[in-house]
Structures are given as C-alpha cells and as structure tokens.
C-alpha cells in the first residue's frame, strides 16, 4: 500500500473516531429526542443565528467580517439568479429539493453558466453534496465573495468545483452536520446517521481534492458554533485552488 493511501485510510478512519465521540459526548436522552432540537440546526429557523458564534474555550466570539447579506434573506429557501458573464448566483439556505432545482437551472442554462457564485449559511447534505456532484461533472467554477457567507454545508458545494475562488473577507466555515431521519430517532441511530454522513462527506471531498483534515474541524465543532476557516486553512487543506483574491481582484 502507497504510503498516501494509507494515510488517507487513517484519517478517514480517525475522523469516524472523532464523530463516534463527538455523539457519544452528547447526554443519550438528549439524543433520543434530537429530532425535537432539529430547528436548532436548520439556518431557515429563526432561532438559529445565521453566523454563529466561533468555537473558543471562554466566551464565544464572532468573526471580525459580517456577511453583507440580511440574515432575513439567507434563511430564505436557495433561489438561483443568472448574472452576465455566465454567473449563476446562489443565495440562501440549502432547503430539501434545493439540488434539484440546481439540477433544472443547469439544464436549462446550457453551456452558458461558468461560475457558480456562493453565499449560504447551509442547510440540507444530501442536497449540498448533489449540487457539488453536477457542478464537478459540468467543470465549473465555485466563487465565494468579499462578505458572503458559505457555511455549514455550503462548503461542500464549493468544494465541487474545478476551480475554486474566495475573495478577501470571504466567510467560510464548517461544523458537525447530519441528515435527519426519523422523528425521533434512537442514540443507536443517530449515531449510525451520523457516521455514514462522515464517512459520505470524507470521501466525496477526496473526490474533489481537498485535504480530509478540514472535516476533522467540523467534527470537532458543535452544530450552534462554527470553525471559521483563515486564508492560510483555505489554502492548507486546498479548499480553494488560487491564493485568496482581494475584492478588486476577484472582480
């Protein structure tokens, strides 16, 4: 065996570790009425902030950029706006069926979409990781601006592309995330849920050819805070594939 591939065999299986843990930690009665709690880690809630506090061991602290989008409008269901230059704007939270309608912008579109333009607090995996999917196999370009966001899910659907871009002031970021199942599910369950969401998530950004040591982060991070990623993480773990642009820069 090549000695990146058993590296990467031990990251993949420390990071199943680390969510193992991550949900054993969690009080098992808790777990047991964690479909109750799901609004707590859906971003079209309000009881949720859109930008979570980042995770630190005293006081929790925000990020020094504020997204320049009201969280009002990124609560909202992920709308798609076509923008000259062949931009396809994506703005909003990954709502179920979000991948879909992803799916029917691109279809229709044609070969005129190039770039797809980020700003999302998350939402739904299953959708994000179907978003990425189509942009990897369409050969596009992922961009996050100055000021937006991309977080939670969201960049797992930056991840897909071929050409990945975050602008100066940039908000990107990862926590624990999971798909809901049953109602109410077991601790059994939720734990079964959630290491096969992992092991999902591992293997696709290995796929897309970004450094498995960026979900550890995530798995470290509970789903009410968020590990805000720094231009020297972004390009340590190749989330994005060129130096962070300035505005200016990035056009």
Avoid at 59 to 85: C, I, S
Avoid at 223 to 242: G, M, N, Q
Wanted: charged fraction near 25%.
């Amino acid at each position: 065996m090549r000695a990146d591939d058993a590296l990467l065999m031990r990251t993949a299986f420390f990071g199943l570790l680390a969510a193992a843990a991550a949900f054993l930690f969690v009080d098992l009665r808790e777990m047991t009425l964690a479909r109750a709690e799901l609004p707590g880690y859906d971003p079209m809630t309000t009881q949720r902030p859109v930008l979570p506090p980042a995770l630190t061991d005293g006081m929790p602290q925000m990020p020094l950029v504020q997204p320049e989008t009201a969280p009002e409008v990124l609560r909202q269901p992920m709308r798609f706006e076509l923008m000259p230059g062949g931009v396809l704007k994506a703005e909003g939270a990954i709502d179920l069926g979000a991948g879909d309608r992803f799916a029917e912008e691109i279809a229709a579109r044609g070969e005129y979409v190039k770039l797809i333009l980020l700003n999302s607090p998350g939402g739904s995996v299953d959708d994000a990781l179907s978003m990425s999917t189509l942009i990897r196999e369409k050969g596009l370009t992922t961009k996050v601006a100055s000021k937006a966001l991309c977080a939670s899910s969201c960049p797992l659907v930056f991840a897909g592309g071929l050409a990945r871009e975050a602008e100066e002031d940039a908000i990107l970021g990862v926590h624990q995330v999971f798909n809901g199942g049953e109602d109410r599910p077991s601790p059994e369950q939720a734990m079964s849920g959630a290491q096969s969401t992992t092991a999902r998530i591992a293997r696709h950004l290995d796929d897309m050819g970004v450094e498995p040591g960026l979900w550890l982060h995530a798995l470290e991070t509970p789903p009410d805070r968020l590990y805000y990623l720094t231009p020297e993480e972004l390009a340590a773990f190749k989330l994005v594939t060129e130096p962070v642009a300035t505005a200016r820069e990035g056009g």
